[in-house]
């Protein structure tokens, strides 16, 4: 499975952006996408997840309410509308793809395919 991602950029506090992740190859072998971010110095963190079949989504607190995954199940393409942005999010995002249990759905070890990252600076 290979996974592009684009739609990064900077932008001010408070304003939007949308992300965009495009799988190929044998997308039938994975049931979820994820979003994760890794932030300078940090850690990569889970930030949300949906399943390619039913309506199942997932998010982390940090981004509840403000951020919204969605799929076009024919392009095999997974969004990531991001609202009200802050300095906080500011991170590369990396979208994923894997078959995890829920319980396990905001592990990044549950994800054996990775796509190569897009940077999104949120300026004060």
């Known amino acids: 499975v290979q996974l592009q991602a684009y739609g990064g950029g900077l932008v001010q506090a408070g304003a939007s952006l949308k992300l965009s992740c495009a799988a190929s190859?044998?997308?039938?072998?994975?049931?979820?996408m994820a979003w994760f971010r890794q932030a300078p110095g940090k850690g990569r963190e889970f930030v949300a997840a949906?399943?390619?079949?039913?309506?199942?989504?997932y998010y982390a607190d940090s981004v509840k309410g403000r951020f919204a995954i969605s799929k076009d199940n024919a392009k095999h393409t997974v969004f990531l509308q991001m609202n009200s942005l802050k300095p906080g999010d500011t991170a590369v995002y990396y979208c994923?793809?894997?078959?995890?249990?829920?319980?396990?759905?905001?592990?990044?070890?549950?994800?054996?395919?990775w796509g190569q990252g897009t940077l999104v600076t949120v300026s004060s």
């Open positions: 994923a793809a894997g078959s995890p249990i829920v319980s396990a759905t905001g592990y990044r070890e549950s994800y054996p395919y």
């Open positions: 190859g044998r997308t039938s072998s994975t049931r979820t």
């Open positions: 949906i399943r390619w079949s039913g309506s199942g989504t």
